[in-house]
């Protein structure tokens, strides 16, 4: 059975950092591409960050280039998303993906972040 679980999500002051954790079962996951998506209320679900299965590529939003960091241990089936210098816009539900390609795809049930403004 297929899990992705979301973790590290909370409430934190503007400026602050949280590092969120997705942990995954039920398939290969070094054989699969991981991302970070977001969700905010009334807004469409945006790609956030994406890393290759071996972590040789990495890509990141602009709107949290220089203060997000994507990253995966293989060896413990975990993706992780730092982020520091938060703001008010990154407010949203984050979600984890696996992509191992067509009928290949995955998502977690998200975490909230609440940055208050």
């Known amino acids: 059975q297929v899990q992705l679980v979301e973790s590290g999500g909370g409430l934190v002051q503007p400026g602050g950092s949280l590092r969120l954790s997705c942990a995954a079962s039920g398939f290969t996951f070094s054989n699969y591409a991981m991302s970070w998506y977001r969700q905010a209320p009334g807004k469409e679900r945006e790609l956030v960050a994406i890393?290759?299965?071996?972590?040789?590529?990495?890509r990141l939003a602009d709107s949290v280039k220089g203060r997000f960091t994507i990253s995966r241990d293989n060896a413990q089936n975990t993706m992780y998303l730092q982020m520091h210098s938060l703001k008010p816009d990154d407010t949203a539900v984050y979600y984890c993906?696996?992509?191992?390609?067509?009928?290949?795809?995955?998502w977690g049930q998200g975490t909230q972040v609440t940055v208050p403004s």
């Open positions: 993906n696996a992509d191992g390609g067509p009928n290949y795809n995955y």
């Open positions: 890393i290759s299965s071996g972590s040789g590529y990495t």
